[in-house]
C-alpha cells in the first residue's frame, strides 16, 4: 500500500450513530470506527463529531502512505445536488438543514467535502460492489429507525429534480384525520408504521403497555415467545410493506430490491408476510423482484459516499 492507491473517506450520518471508513477505490474499507451522534447538542455538536472523525482518518491515511483525495458524507434527509446542505431532514437531527455542510467541513479539513443522502449512497456502494453489481434496475431501501429509498438504473441513482427521489417512508398509506405522525410532520406516512420505533408505538398502544420505550428486540423477543399482539404488529408491518413494495414495483418494475437497516433481524417474524403481500400485489406477469440484504451491510452508504467523492475528484 501506498500513495498509488486511491483512498477517500466515507461519513454515514444518522440519528444515533456515525460510521466513518477510510475506504480504498477498490471499496475495501482500511480504517473503520463509530461513534454515537450528538444530535441533542445541537448541529455544531454534529459538524465537529464528523470532523472529528474524518480527521483521525486522515492521520490513518498518512500512516500507510496514502493521501486522501475526499470526503463523502451520506446523510439522512433531502440533499439538493450543488446546494451542499441537506434541504429537508426528520426530527432525528434537529436543526441540521441549517448547517451547510460540505463548505462548513471542507474549510475544516482541507479536502473536498460531497454530500448525498444516505440510501442513494447506500445504492452507490451496493451497485459498484454488493446486491446490486451486475443488475440493472434496482430499488433500495433502508428499513430501520425510519425508512428510506433509492431507485438505480445500471449503477446510477436516480436524483430527481430537486434530489428527493426514493423518498418511500413518505408515501401516504392512511389519510385518515387520527393516522399516526410522521418524524416528518405529515400524518399517515409508511414511516409512521413500519420503522422500529412505529412498529414498537404500535405494539404499546395495542397492548396499553406501562412499559416505556420498548425497542423493537424487546417485541420481536415477545412474539417469539408467543405474544399475539406482538406477533400480529410484526406481521402487519410486513403486510404493509409489501403491499407498498408491490405498488413501487407496479411504477418501476425492478429487477431486485436490495433491504439495509435493523428490520431485517425480525426474521421470520415479518418478511414471509412482506413476500406475500408483495407477491399479491404485483400485477405483471413473473415480475415479482428478487428482494436480497445488502452485502456490504452496514458499510454500503460509507463506501457509497466515499465512491462518489473519488468519482468527484477523477
Ligand atoms: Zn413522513
Redesign the pocket.
Known sequence: MGADRRVAIGLDLGGSKIAAGLVAADGVVIEHSVRGTPAAEGPIAVLDALVSAAVNLIDAARLIGAAVEGVGVASAGIVNPGSGRVAAVTDALPGWSEIPVVSRLSASVGIPVVLINDVHAMAIGEGAFGAGRDVSDVLYLAVGTGIGGAIARDGVVLEGSHGAAGDV??VVVDIAATAPL???G?RG?L??YVSGPSLARTYEERVDSADVNLDLRTIADRASSGDADAASVLSQGGTLLGRVIGGLTNLLDPDLVVFGGGLLALGPLFWPFFEDALGEEVRAPNAVPRCEPALLGNEAALVGAAMLALRSSD
Do not use: W
Request: charge should be neutral; proline fraction near 0%; include cysteine.
Open positions: 417512508g413518505h410522521c418524524g416528518c405529515r406516512h414511516e409512521a
